[in-house]
């Protein structure tokens, strides 16, 4: 209950005056908005800092008032299994200065903990009330190679409660065609994307291993696929491209407003991003 009114109050304060119109969503995610905000983008506290890597309410807050509809974030277990947004418990001892040994830490802990003494963390639950109160939003949800069953038996409550059609606003992140599989089986989602990183241990991947990427991708009907920024060419976004596969960047320049653009003039449809907005996005020209 202390939970949910302090969500409510911190919630009613950072969006005063904003704006929750719908969308028809006849297009596909990354055509209106090519820019994914990463663990819900980069966040300030008064003093002007920049963090990431947050997952927090000020940061969907921040991001949202800045034009971003996409939104990534990284799911966990706590020790009573309630699935909330966090990438790992290690860094969410480093980013909330907790002296903790003991892997997950229960809901009520990680609920009283301030991510850099200033932001608060969000269940799952909590980010898709977001979803309910904004209509015009996307969840991209990255289990990071975690079981999925926790996360999604939610996301199907929420489905019987409040309807199907939030459903095509979900993201799914796979890293194999097992990941799919087992998704796939509690739950078809309209959205996939299928991200490189481990497909191969986090090293860039063979053409031929790109190539059995997009046989699956085709035959599930997946349309995108995330490359991580380092290893984007051009003639990878095109091969990628020739399938009917739109390639998203991630990580390295994807994160620099400065540097970003590089990735657009190669092809990419969008990228997954800690601090670029759709607005850079579409200002940006190539030289």
Sequence with gaps: MIFSLVFAIIFSLLFSGCTNESSSFDFLWYEK??????????????????????NCIEAFCQSYKKGIRTF??????????IPVLCHDWNTFCKITNLNYEGGAMNYSEFKN????????????????????????????IDFGGKSPELAINLIQENFYKY?????????????????????????HFKNYLFTESLFNSGKDLTDSQRDEIIDFCNK???????????????????????AGIAVIGYGGIANSVEDFGSLKEIGCAGIQSDCVTNKDWWAYVGK
Aim: negative net charge; charged residues 25%.
């Design 72 to 81: 990534e974030c990284d799911i966990d277990y706590t020790k009573d299994e």
């Design 33 to 54: 908005n090519p820019v994914t905000a990463h663990a819900f983008g980069c966040v300030y506290d008064t003093d002007e800092n920049c963090y990431s890597y947050t």
């Design 220 to 242: 599930k009907n997946i349309k995108t696929v995330a490359v991580y920024s380092s290893y984007i060419t051009k003639n990878i976004t095109e091969k990628y491209n020739k």
């Design 163 to 187: 309807g199907y059609s939030i459903s095509d606003r979900f993201i799914i992140e796979i890293y194999n065609f097992s990941d799919y599989e087992k998704i796939n089986s509690l739950h």
């Design 113 to 140: 903990a301030l991510i850099y003494s200033s932001f608060h963390a969000l269940s799952l639950q909590e980010a898709i009330d977001l979803m309910l109160k904004f209509p015009d939003i996307y969840l991209d």
